[in-house]
């Protein structure tokens, strides 16, 4: 089962990712956690991806697309994977599906994430992040149980840089010019599904569940 969520900045794409991933026992790739992966290890990828992230803009098409290769080759994904964050553009799309191709594998679905642009930044403005895990929290819908510190791992939680206000806006610009496409591109293919993801965290993970119990039949 190779799977694609697909959404705007703060749409609960990580927060879902990870519930599906334990649910299906299905391993989750994020574009972004793999950028900042690479930036937290201070090498040449995650330093340039820096440059775009910090402005809230798209990390070119070439290096994002060679990273994912990379990637989901690795025997551990090989029975299935859920992408979240990747692809962010047509010309990565067509990436996703030549890789897929060179695996002998094709997508099985596309799950939109709809959340409108005001509740966006309101989510963002409050998320706190994991040092280590990655783990998203927020500061009034999802706090940890002890302030700061993840539930998962013990490490620190922290505020990304990008999820203030002046670059969640040009990201969201970026996500309509760039993204939205998407929407489009993988209907036309019969593969997106759109779940409304304005109701809380658990609301929204029942109805992707359902989405992908109904993939697997
Ligand atoms: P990335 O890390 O992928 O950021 P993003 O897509 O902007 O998505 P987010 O992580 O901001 O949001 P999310 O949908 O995962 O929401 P979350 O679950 O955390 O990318 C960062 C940057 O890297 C990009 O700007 C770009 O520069 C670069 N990049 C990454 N991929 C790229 C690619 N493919 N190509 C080029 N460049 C790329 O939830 C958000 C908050 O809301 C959390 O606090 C959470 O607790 C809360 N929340 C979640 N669901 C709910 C709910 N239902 N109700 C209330 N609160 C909720």
Redesign the pocket.
């Known amino acids: 089962m190779n799977l694609v969520?697909l959404?705007?900045?703060?749409?609960?794409?990580?927060?879902?990712?990870?519930r599906l991933a334990e649910e299906f026992e299905l391993p989750h790739v994020?574009?972004?956690?793999?950028?900042?992966e690479n930036l937290k290890n201070k090498t040449e990828l995650g330093l340039l991806?820096n440059r775009?992230?910090a402005?809230?803009?798209?990390?070119?098409?070439d290096v994002?697309i060679a990273m994912?290769r990379d990637r989901i080759k690795r025997p551990e994904y090989e029975n299935g994977v859920i992408l979240?964050?990747?692809?962010?553009?047509l010309a990565?799309a067509e990436g996703l599906k030549e890789i897929l191709t060179g695996l002998g594998r094709t997508l099985d679905g596309v799950l939109y994430?709809a959340?409108p642009d005001e509740?966006?930044v309101h989510?963002?403005s409050?998320?706190?992040?994991c040092r280590r895990c990655q783990t998203?929290?927020?500061?009034?819908?999802?706090p940890p149980q002890k302030q700061g510190v993840c539930d998962t791992c013990g490490a620190n939680i922290y505020q990304?840089d990008?999820?203030k206000p002046e670059?969640v806006r040009a990201?969201l610009e970026?996500?309509h010019q760039q993204t939205s496409p998407l929407i489009d591109f993988y209907r036309q293919y019969g593969l997106l599904t759109e779940v409304d993801?304005?109701?809380?965290?658990e609301?929204?993970n029942s109805a992707l569940s359902e989405v992908v119990r109904s993939l697997m039949k």
Do not use: C, M, N
């Open positions: 969520l959404g705007p900045p703060g749409a609960g794409k990580g927060t879902q990712a990870e994020a574009s972004g956690d793999l950028f900042r991806a775009y992230i402005e809230g803009e798209l990390v070119p098409d994002t994912i979240d964050g990747f692809p962010r553009t990565q994430i959340v509740e966006l989510r963002l409050g998320r706190r992040i998203p929290y927020h500061i009034q819908f999802k990304r990008d999820d670059t990201r970026v996500y993801g304005s109701g809380d965290i609301t929204v």
